[in-house]
Each structure stands twice: as structure tokens, then as C-alpha cells.
């Protein structure tokens, strides 16, 4: 069978996103090893990252607090096959209930490079942040969240 | 005064994978658009409006339903309407030309979904443009990865055994291999799906769907605009779109599709249907990978939280059950972007219509139930509950 007529065409764009205030405090707190969180004032639900908006309600979330670093870890998945411009797999990825929080925080868990494969964790450990040595306002500021012996 | 609106027309070319594909993709828009019109015996100038869809970004263009219109040699007098809502763009076009339609304001729409999963030499980095890109790109949270979340809770949550997933997967394929439009047209078994390529746990590569390339059309048009076809028509009887928060975390649960539940019960309430499972006779599901089929039988009302897999095991989804699901194979054997989406519909209409392709056409069917899902962790979902009229 032939191969089909093809023609390589390459997109190459960068981007700067401006996070605005919500996430532009949000960031600025994990540069400071903090992890802050904004709540509903109608449903008092308490939002990780912040949202300017609630989903639900519908209206503004103006009150901010500071969440506990350390939650519950309520799902995970051990990937074997990344894709371009993200980490080198094998690494873990999941989801945690800070507490104090309503929503899910998803976060890394450990590479799995660093002789780990995942297989010690399970869903409902308590995990706690390991924060990253150099920090620049950015999600991987917490470098990954880690089970708490 | 509003109208009902109703599918008198489908085309849909066969799919296949694109290094196979020797055709472009405004050739398919092409065929899978004459082929819909012819059969729903209208011609080019009686069409009013198109209802185009793309996803920006994925096929390296961000006007490609413009220029495949120009291109489809239907006239230049038609309204354009494009539509760009990501993973749920095919469904949403036939939503909005059923909208069109039932204002008054047009008799006969067409819908049209080409190949969006065509061009990207590496598709799931084309796909990963789409999740949230501030705090979730950067953890390395791909699609897959995001459905793994819901496949791990899923299976934790009920105590289901991964294999269940490699029987639900065998299950699609055997429908698959009888669909002469499908692209994946062989069957596996359950184990050689569990010893696919691991993507992220739970899910391995045979559990996810393929790149294909195909193009779907449907003509929306009036009841009576409809009852020219010459056979029968699919009246949309409800339909309705819903979707979740943002960002995977406001989710709050994975191991439930809170978000159909929803939106089935109000497109429920719209159709009267009152028991789904006894009402509604074929169903096709927008179910890319193995764990979404479970979880939105059980949204959907089909059977209890956790009963979904039983439910596919005991054969009530297979072509002689009581609730012939995904006979076409559904986006596990056949996934071509916008025309992908579109298929539920598409397939739906035809068994209705008795349009099907021979092999996978069912009996006396009468009342169908189409379904497509797309996003992120965010999901829209779309729904609708079709009847077969014009007997």
C-alpha cells in the first residue's frame, strides 16, 4: 500500500498567561510556603486552588485563609507514558483532600525514579507538601506531596 | 412558532487510521456531507444554514470549518455557524441546529464534523493544550491521566477487579469488528488487553480509543421539511448539555459521572421517559476509554452505582439484550475528533431510521438514546433522546 502525501507544518508558540489576582496571590503564597485558599461566602465551601467565582453559587469568593499542608491522599495513578514537555515518567500524579478543603488539590506524588513505583502508596494515606528549594510563584513550588511515616 | 426538529439524513465515511488514509480532510467533509444530503433527499439549495465543527489547535488550523464550507461546493449563500467547544464540539452541533430548527428560523441544517485527530504527528500533546495550563500541565496531567483518576477511583471504590476492565474492552471490539465504518475491526481478549502497553494505571493502552480518520454528516431539519426523506426520520425528542467545574479538583468525587446523572434526569423529564431501561431501545455512549461505559450506564439510570460492569457482562448491551449499547463499536474502535463525537448521534439516527449498516442494524427500534462527553477533567456533557417517526 502507498503511503499517503503528507506534509510537515510546525506550530511553535510561546505564551504568557496572566494569572490574574486570584492565582497571582495563590502563587505568591506557595513562594512563600504557604498554600492559600479562598472560600464561597454563600455555600462556605473552601476552594484549593482559589477560584475568583464560585461554581455553584455563582458569586464572588472574596474571604482568603491558609490551609493545613498535610491532607488525604483520595486518588492516584502511576504513569507509565508522559508526553512531550511534561516530567519523565514513571511519576505520580493525584488527587488530596487538604484539610480544611473541599475540593481536590491534584498534585505529584513521588517520582518514581527516585526508587519508588508507586506500589507503597494507597488511596487514603496522609500525605504532606515537600517544598522545592528554589521557588518562582508556580504550581511546582510544592515540589510533590509525600506520604507521612 | 417553536417546531420539533428531527435527523433526516446521515453520511458517514468508513474510518481508518491516518497513515492509512490517502484522502484530505475537506475530501472526506465532502463525502460524508453529500452522502448525508442525498440521503435525506434534499438538495444543496434547499439547505439553509451549516453547522460546522473544529477544535482549534489540533489540526494546526484555527479556521477549519470556515474554509472546509468554501469548500464542500454546497453554494455561497449559506449561514455559517461555527462550533468550538473541544471534546464535545460534535455533539454540540447537532444541539444547535436542532435549536435553529425549532425556532423557525431554518428548515433544514446541516451538521458537519470532519476529522479532527488528523494532522498532530504527536496527538497527545496536541490533546494536553487543553487541560488547565497553569496548575495541572505542568504535573505532567495528560488525558489519559485524567481518565486513569476516574478508572482508579472507580474500581476502589466497588472492589472491581482491573480485568473488568479487558472484558468491557473485548465487549466493544466484537461490536466493532461488525461495523464496516468502524476502524479498529478486530476482536481481543480480555488479556490481551491487560497486557497492553501500561499508560497510567489502571489503564493500558488497548483500554484507550484509537487515532482515527473519518467525516460525519446529519441534516437537522423540520418535521415536515424531514417527512420528504422518503423513510423514516429521527424526531429529537429532548437534549440537553451540562458540565462540571473547571479544574479536576472541584470534581470532589471521580468514582461517580455526577454531571450526566444531572443532566440525564432533566433530559428524562423532557422526553417522559420515566424507566430508561425498559423505555429506551439502542444507545450509543461517547466511551473513549474502557472505565467511562460502566460509570455512565449507571449515570444514565441503566443500573445501580457499581452494577455497570456486571450489567456489560451479562450480555444486556449486546445486540440480542434488552439495551443494545454502542453497536457501532463506539469511540474505543472508532475516535475521529469532532466526527467522532458526532457518530452517536449519527449511529443512533440510522438504527432509528433503519439506516444502519446491515450488519449492525437492530429490530424494530424505536426510541434511542445518544451521548457525548469532552474536556478536561472539566466535562460537558451532551445528551438526547431520539424517536423514531415518519412510519
Redesign the interface.
Known amino acids: 500500500m502507498n503511503t499517503p502525501a503528507t506534509q510537515h507544518v510546525r506550530w511553535d508558540l510561546d505564551y504568557d498567561i496572566h494569572l490574574g489576582s486570584t492565582w497571582g496571590r495563590f502563587m505568591q503564597g506557595l513562594r512563600e510556603k504557604k498554600i492559600l485558599a479562598n472560600t464561597c461566602p454563600e455555600c462556605r465551601r473552601v476552594f484549593v486552588p482559589p477560584q475568583a467565582y464560585c461554581e455553584s453559587c455563582f458569586v464572588r469568593t472574596d474571604e482568603w485563609l491558609e490551609l493545613p499542608q498535610e491532607g488525604v491522599l483520595e486518588v492516584f495513578t502511576v504513569v507509565a507514558r508522559g508526553f512531550t514537555g511534561g516530567p519523565t515518567p514513571p511519576y505520580v500524579i493525584g488527587a488530596i483532600r487538604l484539610d480544611g478543603a473541599d475540593t481536590l488539590l491534584i498534585h505529584l506524588l513521588r517520582h518514581t525514579d527516585q526508587g519508588d513505583d508507586g506500589s507503597r502508596l494507597e488511596v487514603g494515606d496522609r500525605v504532606r507538601a515537600v517544598w522545592a528549594e528554589d521557588r518562582s510563584g508556580h504550581i511546582l513550588d510544592i515540589s510533590r506531596f509525600e506520604p507521612i511515616a | 412558532m417553536a417546531r420539533r426538529a428531527t435527523i433526516s439524513g446521515v453520511g458517514m465515511t468508513p474510518a481508518t487510521s491516518p497513515?492509512?488514509?490517502?484522502r484530505s480532510v475537506i475530501e472526506l467533509c465532502q463525502e460524508a456531507a453529500w452522502a448525508a444530503i442525498d440521503h435525506a433527499g434534499v438538495s444543496p439549495d434547499q439547505l439553509d444554514a451549516i453547522v460546522v465543527g473544529n477544535i482549534d489547535?489540533f489540526e494546526?488550523t484555527v479556521l477549519g470549518g470556515k474554509h472546509q464550507t468554501r469548500l464542500l461546493g454546497l453554494g455561497d449563500q449559506l449561514p455559517l455557524t461555527v462550533i468550538n467547544t473541544g471534546g464535545t464540539t460534535g455533539g454540540n452541533l447537532m444541539q444547535v441546529a436542532a435549536r435553529m430548527v425549532r425556532s423557525g428560523a431554518h428548515e433544514r441544517v446541516l451538521c458537519l464534523g470532519g476529522p479532527t485527530f488528523f494532522?498532530a504527528?504527536?496527538l497527545?500533546?496536541a490533546i494536553?493544550t487543553n487541560s488547565p495550563?497553569?496548575?495541572?500541565?505542568?504535573?505532567?496531567?495528560?488525558a489519559y491521566?485524567m481518565g486513569?483518576?476516574a478508572a482508579?477511583?472507580y474500581l476502589?471504590r466497588h472492589g472491581i477487579d482491573a480485568a473488568a476492565l479487558g472484558e468491557i474492552v473485548a465487549i466493544d471490539h466484537r461490536k466493532g469488528a461488525a461495523n464496516p465504518l468502524a476502524h479498529l475491526r478486530y476482536e481481543v481478549t480480555p488479556e490481551q488487553v491487560m497486557e497492553g502497553?501500561?499508560?497510567?494505571?489502571?489503564?493500558t493502552l488497548p483500554m484507550v480509543c484509537p487515532v482515527s480518520t473519518s467525516a460525519c454528516a446529519v441534516v437537522v431539519a423540520s418535521e415536515e421539511a424531514g417527512s420528504a426523506s422518503g423513510h423514516p426520520t429521527a424526531l429529537i425528542k429532548a437534549m440537553g448539555t451540562s458540565s462540571d467545574?473547571?479544574?479536576?479538583?472541584?470534581?470532589?468525587d471521580?468514582a461517580v459521572m455526577q454531571n450526566l446523572a444531572i443532566l440525564a434526569r432533566r433530559v428524562y423529564a423532557l422526553a417522559d421517559v420515566r424507566s430508561p431501561r425498559d423505555e429506551i431501545d439502542v444507545v450509543e455512549l461517547f466511551a473513549p476509554y474502557a472505565h467511562m461505559q460502566p460509570m455512565q450506564l449507571e449515570a444514565l439510570g441503566f443500573c445501580e452505582p457499581g452494577a455497570g460492569v456486571d450489567l456489560m457482562l451479562s450480555g444486556a448491551t449486546d445486540r440480542d439484550g434488552d439495551l443494545p449499547t454502542n453497536m457501532s463499536g463506539g469511540p474505543k474502535c472508532t475516535n475521529a475528533g469532532v466526527a467522532g463525537e458526532l457518530a452517536p448521534y449519527a449511529h443512533v439516527a440510522m438504527q432509528l431510521m433503519g439506516s444502519a449498516p446491515p450488519e449492525i442494524q437492530l429490530d424494530d427500534v424505536r426510541v434511542g438514546l445518544a451521548h457525548g462527553t469532552g474536556g478536561s477533567?472539566f466535562q460537558f456533557e451532551n445528551l438526547a433522546v431520539l424517536h423514531r417517526i415518519g412510519d
Open positions: 497513515s492509512k488514509q490517502s489547535g494546526g494532522g504527528t504527536d497527545q500533546s494536553n495550563m497553569i496548575v495541572e500541565q505542568p504535573l505532567g496531567m495528560g491521566h486513569a483518576f482508579s477511583a476502589q502497553m501500561q499508560l497510567s494505571t489502571p489503564l467545574p473547571y479544574l479536576g479538583g472541584g470534581k470532589g471521580f477533567f
